[in-house]
């Protein structure tokens, strides 16, 4: 375990995180929209203040979540030199199209770099109206829905760790499993999305799952799934459908049910919740076929279950915090 005396020794966030046993599982955002667009490098705030498209996308974004209380994140890719367009920018609008979902609609336009504050901006104000996506657009509309999208966070400029562990990561999936996936799986480096600690971090799109803490021998399990799911229950952050308490419920279903359960619609309740401490929560998780054969629920107890020591920040004199840790201490199928 990494103590406050010993973190001197120690400058990663990730580290501190991972030895003192913390549980990434319930830290993935939560959002019904997300919007991830090409971007060179670097990615400084000075640059993010200073870029007319990303100042008025990342104010109109603000709008959205602060006064129409719409769910949306936005990410940024490295350029690539095998996927990008010289004189064009990548942009991938993923939507929440039900309650009930497995996955989220994808959506891919390969914009003119001299449209792309133009094209961002119409997209975003769609969110207010939920119309048919950009018919305006559609002569720069890619066909791409059956490819798989793996975003790694390797920006350094938010946190060390992300730079440090992600790039290896990043590097392994890109050289190894990209090129041989036949065109249907692409790996990006991405902006940060929160939860540096838990770096190596990554996004799997249009899954909407989020994982951490990741190492090299897990990769091919996490994208082959060509062995058993239970592998993957220390490094899964969540579900970007589901809240915090019930993305906690949903891994205990997941590592009960098997892969078929990334095929099933699925909504999210927290019935009952101790507030505000947070002591435990009562999850209902309700999910159906995508035809309609089969249709159940799954209702659950959320329970501290101890805490850990954890660094939010990597840094020589970065402060230790406490985290509570959870536990699902019922869980049954009710339906």
Not at 127 to 142: A, F, G, H, I
Request: charged share 25%; net charge negative; proline share 5%.
């Amino acid at each position: 375990m990494i103590t406050q005396d010993s973190l001197s020794n120690c400058r990663f966030c990730c580290i501190v995180s991972k030895a003192n046993g913390e549980d990434p599982i319930g830290s993935a955002p939560t959002y019904e929209h997300c919007l991830a667009m090409e971007m060179g490098l670097p990615w400084t705030e000075k640059r993010w203040q200073e870029n007319p498209v990303l100042a008025r996308a990342i104010a109109f974004i603000e709008k959205l979540i602060s006064e129409h209380g719409i769910k949306i994140r936005g990410q940024l890719l490295v350029p690539d030199k095998e996927y990008s367009c010289p004189g064009y920018t990548r942009l991938l609008y993923y939507r929440r199209a039900a309650k009930l979902f497995a996955r989220f609609e994808k959506y891919e336009f390969l914009i003119p770099d001299s449209e792309v504050g133009s094209f961002v901006m119409a997209l975003l104000e769609t969110l207010l109206q939920s119309p048919t996506v950009l018919p305006d657009w559609e002569q720069y509309q890619q066909q791409s829905s059956h490819i798989r999208e793996l975003m790694v966070c390797t920006d350094g400029n938010v946190d060390v760790a992300c730079a440090r562990f992600g790039y290896p990561i990043y590097s392994k999936l890109r050289s190894e499993f990209a090129t041989a996936s036949s065109g249907k799986l692409r790996v990006w480096r991405c902006s940060h999305f929160g939860g540096h600690q838990f770096a190596p971090t990554l996004i799997d799109l249009p899954y909407g799952q989020y994982w951490g803490h990741l190492q090299p021998e897990i990769l091919e399990l996490l994208v082959w799934r060509n062995g058993s799911v239970t592998g993957l229950y220390p490094f899964y952050r969540g579900w970007a459908g589901l809240s915090k308490f019930e993305q906690i419920v949903e891994r205990e279903i997941w590592m009960q049910e098997g892969w078929n359960w990334l095929n099933y619609h699925k909504a999210g309740q927290v019935m009952a919740m101790d507030e505000p401490d947070e002591e435990w929560a009562q999850v209902r998780i309700n999910f159906s076929a995508e035809d309609g054969s089969i249709k159940g629920a799954y209702e659950a107890r959320v329970e501290v279950n101890g805490s850990v020591m954890t660094a939010w920040d990597s840094g020589d004199k970065q402060p230790l915090e406490e985290v509570k840790q959870y536990r699902v201490s019922r869980l049954v199928k009710v339906k």
